[in-house]
């Protein structure tokens, strides 16, 4: 599975961004199960931030809350980001479940860089 990733950039506080990850399988026997965005501040670990089902239930972590909502059309997700905080600065990766058969595995994306400033 390969995903890629974009919409990242420089964005003034109180901005919005909308990030894409389109997902491709290089088996059609290989499903794209669950979506997912994460991102990574500096100097901090990768954190959750929306995942999304195959079927569009999806969780938020809690600073995720109010301000971000991921959706997904097909194998591509979404994650539209308002009223940025410098604090939103970090890499966000894109996840994707890849599943053949029984198997389920964990994909990830390059990054794109989100960058708010203040």
């Known amino acids: 599975v390969q995903l890629q990733a974009s919409g990242g950039g420089l964005v003034q506080a109180g901005g919005s961004l909308r990030l894409s990850c389109a997902a491709s399988?290089?088996?059609?026997?290989?499903?794209?199960?669950?979506m997912g965005w994460y991102r990574q501040a500096p100097g901090k670990p990768r954190d959750l931030v929306a995942r999304?089902?195959?079927?569009?239930r999806t969780n938020y972590a809690d600073v995720a809350e109010g301000r971000f909502t991921i959706s997904r059309e097909k194998n591509t997700v979404y994650l539209q980001v308002n009223s940025l905080k410098p604090e939103d600065t970090a890499v966000y990766y894109c996840s994707a479940q890849g599943v053949w058969g029984s198997s389920v595995r964990d994909y990830w994306g390059q990054g794109t860089l989100v960058t708010v400033s203040s």
């Open positions: 399988a290089s088996s059609i026997k290989i499903k794209i199960g669950d």
């Open positions: 999304i089902t195959n079927r569009g």
